[in-house]
């Protein structure tokens, strides 16, 4: 299981718009829970980000599948999240999923994904292992 994930690239699909970001997730109180911060891409990358606009808390399950978003009323270009749906990929260090906006009374649905191309990739929890 996931226990972090980030500073790492973070792309947005919002209605018209297209938004690079950084994204860090950082592990709650509460097993399996994850608070979701994001951030501008500064000058030295996502690796050198210290991402922290709270969008929300995602719920994570045993696989790394987001089963429950609570949003912060954080915004990101403008736009409440009302929804984030998808996965992390621990051996990979990336992410993707769907995002839907509480702005828009017609539910605006998008995309997201994250990590893939940068450094630091997602840790995880003590005793697991994955071979190539």
Known sequence: MLTSFGPT????????????RCIQLTATATSGDFSVEVCD?????CSSATPTN????????????ITGFTSSNGR??????????GSFNVSEGTGSGTIDSADDPTGTRGSWSAGGTGRPFPRQAAGHSHSA
């Open 41 to 45: 891409v500064p000058a030295g990358g």
């Open 9 to 20: 690239t973070f792309a947005i699909t919002l209605g018209n718009a297209s938004l690079s």
């Open 76 to 85: 990101v270009s403008g736009h409440v999240w009302s929804s984030m749906g």
């Open 54 to 65: 709270s969008i929300g808390t995602v719920t994570l399950d045993a696989n790394n599948n």
